[in-house]
């Protein structure tokens, strides 16, 4: 009999020992603190980290705590520590857990403390960041971390504990890893010897905030019971923190991994083009300019756009570096990365195109524009000058690196014409664009831009004149009635120019790389691009002028002279007809002209590739690709 009672008391016992040991200790779940931005998920997040938890606590969690944690709050004298308390001993517990997920970047911040709100003791707290996360992950990242799993797995190699380290802004920066290096095994300030490398090798090596080397890493001259502060830095990865006490004689740290960075990239190609789309490492990415995020390290980029390819550039991205990449598409030009820091990239174009743009009062270029000198939190005048249009002023707050304004439509503009003849003849009706506005002398408001005008008097035309009205200019124009040309022309500058009478321009009587020697021009033309052509015409000074340029392709018509008067005495760029002297000009006044093409400053609006020009073998206009070499007559005036 009483060995049967021991026998009964040994069983009772043992399962009581049994239920006790499988007995978890019961936690209450707070509700999970969400980032705004993720409220739509707060359920899903919870839920993980409830079950993460139930690894090892049993847990009460969801509408019965929600509940009581109304109760509890809507009493005047609760606290939060009181509350709490209160809601623990309701679901007869001790412990309280808090959790939150907070959006950081890219990326998301875990955390969970539990504590013992009835000693108000922290039990355990863990912060894990996640910079590459999305919400799969963290509802993955959220089980661990409840389960405690994602505190071993982060110290199963080195025996480590986490925390967060946080900058004066409040912004995480990365995990400091508290390392034990083992037990004390060594005599204190004896030497000590720290070995380790890292993921990849070649990072810079910091220790208490002085730079000591690179990894892989031998420090000889340590000492035991040394305590460091550890940050491995490495241009394209985020910087990795660590401390440690060294307790040993010889420490060999177990690789330390870096985790790669990502980084803003600013993309733009020269000259700006709407329709470039940016490839980089061969995929296509968007239209240029852009600003994109990206992994850093080193990458390829380069743009293409109608059968034109920009050159390829190869960009090494650094962490923590604001950098812009410039894809030219020119030959002439290069790309290039810059690191822009407070520069910003202001781009814009206009509606029509090739409108000259005003900086400050500056000229910096035209439409479509891409300028890389401005500064981040500056304000700047633009304006936009064009004498075919009403100017158009505006101001630029420059809030980003990369600033894409829609396009400007421009007003067209008005000037005033004055239409003379050379002598005066009562009853002479004046023509503009072939309709009548009144007799000569006329006085008149026109669009900005072309126009034909021409005088009748007595069944009897005047030459056509192809004139230029510019936006609130006044302009004079003389017509004639003679078809030749030796009365529209005068000399000036001793000979080495000519003005033109109906149009009022002054050209020089040579053409480029010729010389006026008294009685003719000498020495052989020369033979430009488009682009030289441009260039060399504001550096001419032929007769002592500065302000020779390249003349438009209506002003270079006005030259070609049809000595056969068909179909026109100045035809105005149609193809001389019947028996006429080759080149088409009047050679009294510009002799040697060559039979040749002879550039204008106009770009062919269809093709950016190709710009007008007249070729005066025959007196007719053409275009022609920019990189073709031709001759050049320089004008001024207007």
Not at 16 to 24: F, G, P, Q
Not at 210 to 237: C, N, W
Not at 299 to 328: C, P
Not at 345 to 368: A, C
Request: glycine content about 8%.
């Amino acid at each position: 009999m009483l060995m049967s009672r021991v026998a009964i008391l040994l069983i009772c016992a043992c399962l009581s020992l049994v239920s006790y040991a499988d007995s978890k200790p019961n936690l209450v779940l707070l509700p999970l603190d969400v980032s705004e931005s993720e409220m739509n998920l707060v359920s899903e997040f919870g839920s993980a980290l409830h079950q993460g938890l139930q690894d090892r606590y049993t847990v009460f969690f969801g509408a019965a705590v929600e509940r009581e944690l109304d109760k509890e709050y809507s009493k005047l004298d609760c606290t939060a520590e009181s509350c709490n308390q209160n809601v623990a001993i309701a679901f007869n517990g001790e412990l309280v857990g808090d959790g939150s997920v907070k959006r950081v970047g890219n990326g998301y911040i875990l955390k969970l403390v539990i504590q013992n709100v009835l000693t108000n003791e922290i039990i355990e707290t863990q912060a894990i960041p996640c910079s590459t996360c999305d919400a799969f992950q963290v509802i993955t990242q959220l089980k661990q971390l409840g389960s405690g799993k994602a505190l071993a797995s982060n110290i199963a190699a080195s025996n480590t504990s986490l925390t967060t380290r946080v900058s004066g802004t409040g912004v995480i920066q990365g995990q400091v890893i508290r390392i034990d290096t083992g037990p004390a095994t060594a005599v204190k300030n004896s030497k000590a010897i720290l070995v380790f490398d890292s993921e990849p090798s070649g990072a810079e090596v910091w220790l208490n905030g002085k730079a000591v080397g690179t990894t892989p890493y031998q420090g000889m001259k340590h000492k035991v019971g040394d305590t460091f502060s550890l940050e491995i830095r490495d241009k394209f990865h985020l910087p990795y923190f660590a401390e440690f006490t060294l307790n040993q004689s010889l420490t060999n740290l177990q690789s330390l991994i870096l985790e790669p960075g990502r980084q803003q990239l600013k993309i733009l190609t020269e000259p700006f083009d709407a329709e470039a789309l940016v490839y980089i490492d061969g995929q296509p990415i968007g239209a240029a300019p852009l600003q994109i995020e990206t992994s850093t390290g080193n990458h390829q980029i380069y743009a293409q756009t109608n059968g034109r390819k920009t050159q390829v550039l190869d960009v090494a991205l650094n962490f923590n570096e604001d950098l812009l990449a410039i894809l030219a598409f020119d030959s002439s030009g290069t790309s290039q990365a810059i690191n822009i820091k407070d520069n910003a990239v202001l781009s814009f174009d206009s509606q029509p195109s090739g409108i000259d743009v005003f900086v400050e009062d500056q000229n910096v270029g035209r439409t479509p524009f891409q300028g890389t000198d401005f500064v981040k939190g500056k304000t700047y005048r633009i304006s936009l000058k064009d004498d075919g249009f009403k100017p158009y002023i505006f101001d630029v707050n420059v809030t980003e690196n990369l600033v894409q304004l829609p396009p400007v439509t421009l007003e067209p503009g008005f000037g005033d014409v004055i239409i003379l003849t050379e002598t005066f003849m009562p009853g002479a009706r004046v023509y503009i664009d072939g309709k009548s506005p009144g007799e000569a002398p006329y006085q008149g408001r026109l669009a900005a831009g072309p126009h034909q005008i021409y005088v009748m008097n007595d069944q009897k035309q005047s030459l056509t004149s192809e004139i230029m009205v510019k936006t609130d200019k006044l302009l004079e124009v003389i017509v004639t009635f003679t078809s030749n040309p030796k009365d529209r022309y005068q000399i000036k500058a001793y000979g080495h120019v000519i003005e033109d009478q109906v149009t009022g321009l002054q050209w020089a009587r040579c053409s480029l790389g010729q010389e006026w020697d008294g009685t003719g021009c000498e020495g052989e033309t020369e033979l430009l691009n488009w682009t030289d052509a441009l260039n060399m015409a504001s550096k001419d000074k032929t007769g002592g002028i500065n302000d020779w340029r390249l003349p438009t392709i209506e002003e270079l018509r006005t030259l070609a002279f049809c000595s056969s008067g068909e179909p026109e005495a100045f035809a105005n760029g149609s193809r001389c007809q019947g028996e006429f002297d080759s080149p088409t000009v009047d050679q009294q006044f510009f002799p040697n002209t060559g039979k040749d093409y002879y550039w204008s400053s106009s770009p062919n609006a269809n093709s950016s590739s190709r710009a007008w020009g007249l070729y005066f073998g025959t007196g007719y206009d053409g275009d022609g690709n920019k990189t073709y070499s031709y001759s050049v007559r320089l004008v001024r005036g207007q």
